[in-house]
């Protein structure tokens, strides 16, 4: 059963950082790109950063320089550091992985920035 488990989302001040983590299990984790998603109130949902099986990472527009994917494949677990959160950073954050061509999401962690 594959399971994505996301954790450390929480209310943070403008300015604020916050480190998310994804637990997978019973996929093939260090062989699969690993990535966060997040969908705030009346927006479509939307890809934040992505890192390779190799780490080459990739990252929205709108977190670049702000954020920091990465990964431990030991852990079988993905993270965000997010830094200098803005209030449009609020959202759900999902962790997403594509296993044999199979899509799996977390359950989702809030994260709320105030201004």
């Known amino acids: 059963q594959v399971q994505l488990v996301e954790s450390g989302g929480g209310l943070v001040q403008a300015g604020g950082s916050l480190r998310l983590s994804c637990a997978a299990s019973?996929?093939?984790?260090?062989?699969?790109?690993m990535s966060w998603y997040r969908q705030a109130p009346g927006k479509q949902r939307s890809l934040v950063a992505i890192?390779?099986?190799?780490?080459?990472?990739k990252y929205a527009d709108s977190v670049e320089g702000r954020f920091t994917i990465s990964r431990d494949d030991v852990k079988n677990t993905v993270y965000l550091q997010m830094n200098d959160l803005k209030p449009e950073d609020t959202a759900v954050y999902y962790c997403?992985?594509?296993?044999?061509?199979?899509?799996?999401w977390g359950q989702g962690t809030q994260v709320t920035v105030s201004s």
């Open positions: 890192i390779s099986s190799l780490r080459s990472t």
């Open positions: 997403h992985a594509n296993d044999y061509g199979t899509t799996y």
């Open positions: 019973g996929i093939f984790f260090s062989r699969n790109a």
